[in-house]
């Protein structure tokens, strides 16, 4: 067999837990190398290799991977929008606005209720 000048070693990545927000991955690699999901790369990911975040690079035009260096480590991904954070915090302020408006209104009720007018002829 010819020599293709490629190096096999034993280095492993073994999935831990996958969920469509979430993937956690235990490695063992005897050299720094890249670890390639066949993920679609998508803006809201985040990737933490031993609690520490890194970048998350595209990979062959729609898929993800990370630097990842020699030894053994736990890789988590999360799915963490910023859409979704925006759009819960106009929700949040949506709902006080409206709370407070009808506190508001329900006070002015009650003292236009207070107030007896009274006609004199």
Partial sequence: MPDSGAVYNNDK???????????????????????????IYYPGWEAYVDGVKTEIYQADYMFRSIKLPSGNHTIKFTYNPKIFKT?????????????ISLLYLSLLERKKSKVKITYES
């Fill in 87 to 99: 759009g819960a915090a106009i929700s949040i302020i949506s709902l006080f606005s409206t709370i």
């Fill in 13 to 39: 990545a073994e999935i831990i837990e996958y969920k469509p927000d979430y993937i956690e991955i235990k490695t063992d690699s005897i050299e720094n190398g890249i670890l390639f999901l066949s993920e």
